[in-house]
């Protein structure tokens, strides 16, 4: 009997850290501070909510590193949720994780396309055919195999990081001569909600922007050493992202103090027209076309694991379990660029964001719900790494996420209607999907 070409066991430490990098910075570190700013107008406590951030994102990523390592399976929280709660729990997870992570891809080709558009002096019109272009040449490009998906991921991670330090060091460079604006609208957003409140919603948006710690979880069985690389891959790779934001951040408060960035909707953008004048858009986009790739490479390889998991679960469709000779689930990763190209045709990224911003944070505190779980109904099982401080550290995590979820319910009751009709259709369409599993065959060099 042939058996069925299993994912590539060739990747190392240095891909933990790009799709680390990769996936965590997007464009939000170029327009959060501006809210945050807003919310926080102290210097003190405008840097001082970026490290508690990080601190945050290292609790949670010291919790799924445990379960990477226990459960070395490649499709991310899927894997963990399923083995924890049952497959209806995993067939939700895994679904919603993966049509949100298409959306994702789709929203950040549009910012690149947006943003050609802007370098070239092109018509506005060309800006989601050029996001689709974006879409489908990294698409291509991963079909060839995990190994060249590996030196896209490095390479464009690499690009990002010089991108967004080449930024700070203008802001140092020359921030001294920037131009503060006159301001047009109410400077502190605090003023109209308590310092408790104001300390939440910017705890929220620091927390949002840092998501994408997680990524190495989802290549978990391609590592060549998931034991050692889940954790160190997080770890490092997070202690990375947190040194960029800490040195944007201040950077922007080297060219223009927070009163000046408060409530800008892209707060790079305002530190650079003021430092540049007219040239400072231009700079901000370059940044953008240079640092967005990688970000789209990313959400590319995770979604197609996600599907190829679930659907070598039973879950999912049957045609997605194929794996070419260069280790790619490649009916998952045509599938996710499809699904993607048309959330970019028709216009519905946003809307599929924002109601998977639900399920974003659900999925977070069932996972860190798992190690509490598993330690409890498998406590022999193996666990190269073992969450540090649990069950205080989890703990913790897990009560942070629950009362984001609830803040979030409370605060957008239009999108919680619609992921209430999602989750009371998510059943029927569980039973209908269900199938068998399909042989696996294991990861090989």
């Given at each position: 009997m042939h058996r069925p070409q299993?994912?590539?066991?060739?990747?190392?430490?240095?891909?933990?850290?790009?799709?680390?990098?990769g996936n965590s910075i997007g464009g939000g570190i170029l327009r959060t501070p501006g809210d945050i700013a807003g919310l926080l107008p102290s210097p003190w406590a405008f840097i001082g909510i970026w490290l508690l951030g990080a601190l945050y994102a290292a609790l949670g990523a010291n919790a799924l590193a445990e379960l990477g390592t226990m459960l070395p399976r490649s499709g991310g929280q899927y894997v963990f949720v399923?083995?924890?709660?049952?497959?209806?729990?995993?067939?939700?997870?895994?679904w919603l994780d993966w049509i949100s992570t298409c959306a994702s891809t789709a929203a950040i080709?549009?910012?690149?396309?947006?943003?050609?558009?802007?370098?070239?002096?092109?018509?506005?019109?060309?800006?989601?055919?050029?996001?689709?272009?974006?879409?489908?040449?990294?698409?291509?490009?991963?079909?060839?195999?995990?190994?060249?998906?590996?030196?896209?991921?490095?390479?464009?991670?690499?690009?990002?990081?010089?991108?967004?330090?080449?930024?700070?060091a203008a802001c140092f460079a020359f921030g001294g001569h920037a131009v503060t604006p006159v301001a047009t609208a109410p400077a502190n957003a605090a003023l109209h909600v308590s310092a408790f409140a104001a300390f939440l919603l910017a705890a929220q948006s620091v927390i949002y922007t840092y998501d994408g710690w997680s990524g190495p979880i989802y290549f978990s069985e391609e590592l060549d050493d998931p034991a050692r690389q889940i954790p160190r891959s997080m770890f490092y790779g997070l202690a990375s992202v947190a040194a960029i934001y800490l040195l944007i951040n201040l950077a922007f408060l080297r060219a223009l103090p927070t009163s000046a960035i408060a409530g800008s909707p892209l707060a790079a953008g305002t530190v650079a027209n003021a430092i540049f004048g007219s040239r400072g858009e231009l700079l901000v986009r370059l940044v953008v076309i240079i640092s967005l790739p990688s970000a789209v490479n990313a959400c590319l390889l995770i979604s197609s694991r996600v599907l190829y998991s679930v659907s070598r679960d039973g879950l999912g469709l049957a045609a997605a379990t194929r794996v070419n000779d260069g280790g790619t689930p490649v009916t998952a990763l045509v599938a996710s660029g499809v699904v993607s190209v048309a959330f970019l045709a028709t216009g519905t990224f946003e809307?599929?964001?924002?109601?998977?911003?639900?399920?974003?944070?659900?999925?977070?505190?069932?996972?860190?719900?798992?190690?509490?779980?598993?330690?409890?109904?498998?406590?022999?099982?193996?666990?190269?790494?073992?969450?540090?401080?649990?069950?205080?550290?989890?703990?913790?995590?897990?009560?942070?996420?629950?009362a984001f979820l609830a803040s979030a319910i409370a605060t957008d009751t239009r999108n919680s209607a619609w992921a209430l009709l999602i989750v009371l259709v998510s059943y029927p369409a569980f039973r209908v999907m269900r199938g068998s599993p399909v042989p696996a065959a294991s990861p090989s060099e």
């Open positions: 299993g994912l590539l066991r060739v990747l190392g430490l240095s891909f933990g850290l790009a799709v680390t990098i399923r083995h924890a709660f049952g497959d209806y729990a995993g067939f939700f997870v895994g080709a549009i910012v690149i396309g947006e943003s050609i558009v802007s370098v070239a002096r092109l018509r506005p019109g060309l800006a989601s055919p050029l996001a689709i272009a974006v879409v489908i040449m990294f698409t291509a490009l991963l079909v060839r195999g995990t190994k060249l998906g590996d030196r896209a991921q490095q390479v464009t991670s690499l690009a990002k990081a010089l991108a967004l330090l080449a930024l700070v809307s599929i964001i924002a109601i998977a911003a639900f399920f974003f944070v659900a999925d977070y505190s069932l996972s860190f719900l798992a190690v509490f779980v598993l330690r409890r109904r498998e406590p022999a099982a193996v666990r190269p790494y073992r969450a540090w401080a649990h069950p205080w550290t989890t703990g913790f995590v897990l009560l942070g996420s629950l």
